[in-house]
């Protein structure tokens, strides 16, 4: 093996392999440790670094970068020409001298001529492809040095990528800035910014983000690009067509505006501002460097187009905008509208930032519990070095995004009161903040459902209640999440009154409380406020409130045709059909079931809808919950039951399962409806009362489940059983969750 290289050349060569910090985590992402160990060690050897570790590297790359940002190409040229510009005569003449060469440097990765072939049309996308690459920039780091400032590994990248540039000329873009007031953003900074948006690609699984659209942007700026899928690309794009691309920019946008302030870089002469086009790639930057620069208020972190805002809110992406958006001119004289985001609805459909799940930044254990508790409600008492969210609180307590995100990391651990707390700090400012009031009304619905004494229990119904009040007459309500979320504080206290009576619970006696009309005047309050979700919903019949309307309108006419339910200890059963003649009828309001009541097309617009609102959901304790409210949906309220359907329904449910073990590790709860009450609830017991229902379904339909999907199921065998009513009398256990 030869062992005689040029220690000039060889540092060359990994520089244009890996010409910069982005580059060496995104090496590090795609090569085995083994692979880099063997690597790092032949580099060692060759004093190209000091030691063989992989920090030594990093230290190597980031000392000597080389800087590619900024470098175009012409239209003229394209991946094809760089055999001609390395002076090689075929894909398979490169193969073998690039293989060769990797062997040498006991870089234990080897590349095939037709994958050279494929990036003449191919967008680098896989490891496979971006270590094809690599070896190509390090042969010509070694073999063709006078190169490497044009052709390296980035410039490579961004080639072979043009190739595609028709293919995917539509999508979304995010353009970040870095501003100072007087201080100075430095190469560190900036390092760590560009290495935490990869970290956030990689976090939420975003694998067709592309970093080649900065070309014309400034030093400390950033944009990722999230092209359409190729079925998408037609002449027209309608805003239905960017749905998954606006909600995958919200994600990222909301990820790093928390990220940021909780960094080390951040201080009070250091900003940033973010910015959302939507369109054709070619004509975005003016409209995005227009949106980053310009003189908005102190909370307008996230910009957004006018067309991109239209986007948002055709495919029900949860967010709240300004209410008084500003029109401007820019560069080149056109007059855009510039919409900035005031809020998300982040404790319902945007996950959860990794760094704050962290015991450095919250409480994962129970004694640091009861410290975090008494430094936050007793400052005089804090204790040194407690959790970091804690100082992030009383350094910014006006950034509602992060204050907001702190808290529901509490609510979701059932941390109530100091998730309460928390939230305390915003209204000093904005009492108006239509989230954490919904957030607040959500704390205490969870504390009076927790509670054993109905007296307990009825002050906490009380000020939920008080706080839905509050938001319906004084907040801006832009859509249907408000009025679900008060909708669900009246059905939960009817549903408590319920289970008192029906078991003779404490407070039973209480008859001017516990009783049949109480009971029932809840169920109609519940559903007054699902009905006008439904007229908040820009589509005039939103999925979450269509879906709790359906079930308060089945309660009521389950209980009002069978008083005996409320008082006497039997099963609660649907043995008169009603939850499928409530089905129908609204189906029919919606659209779903015409004259000709066409079980396809009912089915496809239902199979629709799911995908929409499976689309809008990234929180994780949120996911399970969604997942069994699509089972309860199909197998409670369709018209007719086969085979597939209840396949289907028993994939939701094990998927559901999967989702919520998944949050064990982070001591997270599930915002849980197994029992048709809204509440956080932990996954060990969700995922008991999930396998629980699957094994009742199993029996129940076995012989079915042997037959063809087709085959319709007879509802007789169900006994008027419904997913929603087998264990609607159960209750959450109470207490925290760490």
């Known amino acids: 093996m030869n062992r005689n290289f040029d220690n000039n050349k060889l540092k060359l060569a990994v520089l244009s392999m890996i010409p910069d910090s982005h580059s060496f985590y995104i090496f590090n992402e795609d090569i085995s440790n083994e692979i880099r160990k063997k690597f790092i060690a032949f580099l060692f050897e060759q004093n190209v670094i000091s030691e063989g570790s992989e920090n030594e590297l990093y230290t190597f790359i980031e000392k000597n970068a080389l800087h590619t940002k900024g470098y175009s190409f012409s239209n003229e040229i394209s991946f094809k020409d760089v055999i001609k510009k390395i002076e090689v005569h075929s894909f398979r003449q490169l193969a073998d001298h690039v293989n060769k060469l990797a062997k040498d440097m006991d870089l234990d990765i080897q590349v095939s001529n037709t994958m050279f072939s494929r990036l003449t049309n191919e967008p680098v996308n896989t490891p496979k492809k971006r270590n094809t690459l690599r070896l190509l920039a390090l042969w010509i ?94 002449d027209e794009c309608m805003p239905v067509d960017y749905d998954k691309t606006v909600r995958d920019g919200i994600a990222i946008a909301h990820q790093m505006a928390i990220r940021w302030p909780l960094s080390q870089h951040i201080n009070q002469r250091k900003y940033m501002t973010i910015g959302m086009a939507s369109g054709e790639f070619s004509k975005l930057n003016i409209h995005l460097k227009s ?39 820019i560069a080149d004289g056109e007059m855009i509208t510039f919409w900035w985001i005031k809020s998300l609805w982040c404790t319902i459909y945007w996950d959860f930032i990794p760094i704050l799940l962290t015991e450095k930044m919250l409480p994962t254990k129970r004694e640091a519990f009861i410290s975090f508790k008494k430094s936050l409600c007793i400052p005089d008492q804090r204790e040194q070095n407690i959790h970091i969210a804690l100082s992030a609180i009383h350094r910014y307590p006006q950034n509602s995004l992060l204050i907001i995100e702190i808290a529901k990391i509490c609510f979701f651990r059932k941390m109530f009161h100091v998730a309460n707390m928390i939230i305390t700090t915003l209204f000093a400012s904005n009492p108006h903040h239509v989230v954490a009031r919904s957030l607040r009304m959500q704390i205490f619905l969870n504390l009076a459902l927790e509670q054993e004494h109905l007296s307990v229990s009825k002050i906490f119904f009380q000020h939920s209640i008080n706080e839905g009040l509050y938001i319906t007459k004084h907040c801006n309500i832009e859509d249907e999440e408000p009025w679900c979320e008060f909708g669900l504080v009246y059905l939960g206290l009817a549903l408590r009154i319920l289970t008192i009576k029906r078991k003779k619970e404490e407070g039973v006696e209480d008859s001017e409380y516990i009783n049949y009309e109480n009971f029932i005047k809840n169920l109609h309050k519940a559903n007054e406020c699902f009905q006008q979700g439904l007229t908040f919903s820009p589509t005039g019949f939103g999925i979450r409130s269509s879906f709790w309307l359906m079930y308060s309108n089945t309660l009521i006419a389950l209980f009002e045709s069978n008083k005996q339910l409320f008082t006497t200890d039997i099963p609660i059963r649907d043995v008169d059909n009603i939850f499928e003649k409530v089905g129908i009828n609204h189906f029919k309001f919606i659209g779903w079931i015409d004259e000709n009541f066409d079980m396809d097309f009912l089915k496809q617009r239902m199979n629709r809808s799911i995908r929409v609102y499976n689309n809008s959901v990234l929180l994780s304790s949120f996911i399970p919950n969604i997942k069994f409210a699509f089972a309860t949906v199909v197998f409670d309220f369709s018209p007719i039951l086969t085979v597939g359907q209840i396949k289907q329904v028993l ?51 076995e012989d079915d489940l042997t037959k063809a999907d087709h085959h319709v199921i007879d509802k007789n065998k169900l006994q008027g059983n419904k997913l929603i009513l087998l264990y609607l009398e159960d209750r959450v256990a109470p207490g925290i969750l760490v």
């Open 651 to 701: 994939d939701w449910l094990n998927e559901s399962k999967i989702s919520a073990n998944d949050l064990k590790e982070h001591k997270l709860g599930i915002y849980s409806i197994l029992n048709c009450l809204a509440q956080i609830q932990a996954p060990e017991e969700f995922i008991e009362v999930v396998t629980r229902m699957i094994d009742w379904i199993n029996k129940t339909l």
């Open 141 to 234: 780091g070694y073999r063709r040095s006078h190169l490497i400032s044009n052709w390296n590994y980035e410039t490579l990248n961004k080639l072979c990528n043009m190739n595609t540039i028709n293919e995917n000329s539509n999508g979304v873009r995010i353009a970040f800035s870095l501003h100072s007031r007087g201080d100075v953003i430095n190469e560190k900074t900036i390092r760590w910014f560009k290495n935490e948006l990869i970290k956030i690609i990689k976090d939420l699984k975003i694998d067709y983000a592309s970093f080649d659209g900065a070309d014309s942007f400034q030093v400390n700026e950033f944009t990722i690009d999230l092209p359409l899928a190729q079925s998408s690309q037609i």
């Open 291 to 329: 949106l980053l620069h310009a003189s908005l208020s102190e909370d307008a972190i996230i910009r957004v187009t006018e067309f991109t805002r239209l986007c948002i809110v055709t495919n029900e992406i949860r967010v709240n905008f300004c209410s008084k958006p500003v029109r401007k001119s």
